[in-house]
């Protein structure tokens, strides 16, 4: 399947100079989404993975129907403030600025075998920031999994030699 056709470029959003990559137009598309669903299912299902971690927001559309169809927990990381219980936060730099982000102390217990999920790799700031939480954890990264990648960033390169998958690599 085509995935790059089902995919909408947005010049200039969010801000001028940038080229969106709008991956609601393959969600809608229910084949679309099934088969993409369908192939990381394959890629994964022999991994013994324990816990899906999905990065908010757009990592949660990709990690909870994998987990399920892996039969694998879900784990959100989100923004800080947004989890209720005891956390782990880790600050982590912007291209104009820092941020975080948190994970329950309790999402994960050592040894656990963790796919990352999300639905874009650009400078892989967020993802290794979200490696860092659960290896905080003691979790065994298997990998890393996106829908695309934005290959001329290099955020590949920040993510501590672990496995990155990505479907869709941009340029």
Do not use: W
């Amino acid at each position: 399947m085509d995935y790059k056709a089902l995919i909408r470029e947005v010049p200039d959003f969010p801000k001028p100079g940038i080229l969106f990559y709008d991956i609601t137009t393959l969600l809608k598309n229910a084949g679309a989404f099934r088969t993409v669903m369908d192939e990381l299912t394959q890629r994964y299902r022999d991994k013994q993975i324990s816990k899906i971690v999905g990065i908010e927001s757009r990592g949660f559309i990709v990690g909870s129907p994998l987990a399920y169809r892996l039969g694998a927990g879900f784990v959100p990381v989100r923004k800080p403030g947004k989890l209720p219980a005891d956390n782990f936060e880790v600050k982590y730099n912007l291209e104009y600025g820092s941020t975080s982000l948190a994970i329950h102390r309790d999402a994960i217990t050592s040894g656990e075998r963790v796919l990352i999920a999300d639905d874009l790799l650009a400078t892989g700031g967020t993802a290794a920031a979200t490696v860092r939480l659960v290896r905080q954890l003691g979790g065994d990264i298997v990998g890393l999994v996106f829908l695309v990648e934005l290959a001329a960033l290099k955020g590949r390169d920040k993510l501590d030699g672990c496995d990155v998958y990505s479907m869709l690599s941009y340029s």
